[in-house]
Nanobody, 125 residues
């Protein structure tokens, strides 16, 4: 069992930065793939970024590539999402997820078994 708690969301202006954190409990954290997804108002939940246990695989959605960076600290059971160059279209609830998908399936929600409650990110224009 893995429990996930996100933090770090807030309100920023266009071009600003935020760092989201996801603290995980459970002994399987270090072997799990961790992902960030988001749901904007009126839209479906979508993939943002993911990272495997070693950090050697870090896929990103095209919309955030070059602006967002995912990382993890296995000693602290925490995964991070550094978000730079934020745009109004990044406004969404951001969710942390944990699971054991194959590398090819890391961007897919079906690969994740555990989800956090989400943290709101709002980018003003």
């Amino acid at each position: 069992q893995v429990q996930l708690v996100e933090s770090g969301g807030g309100l920023v202006h266009t071009g600003g930065s935020l760092r989201l954190s996801c603290a995980a409990s459970g002994r399987t954290f270090t072997r799990s793939v961790m992902g960030w997804f988001r749901r904007a108002p009126g839209k479906e939940r979508e993939f943002v970024a993911a990272i495997n246990w070693s950090g050697s695989s870090t896929p990103y959605s095209d919309s955030v590539k070059g602006r967002f960076t995912i990382s993890r600290d296995n000693a602290k059971n925490t995964v991070y999402l550094q978000m730079n160059g934020l745009k109004p279209e990044d406004t969404a609830v951001y969710y942390c997820a944990a699971g054991f998908p194959l590398i090819a399936d890391m961007p897919l929600m079906r690969g994740y078994d555990y989800w956090g409650q989400g943290t709101q990110v709002t980018v003003s224009s």
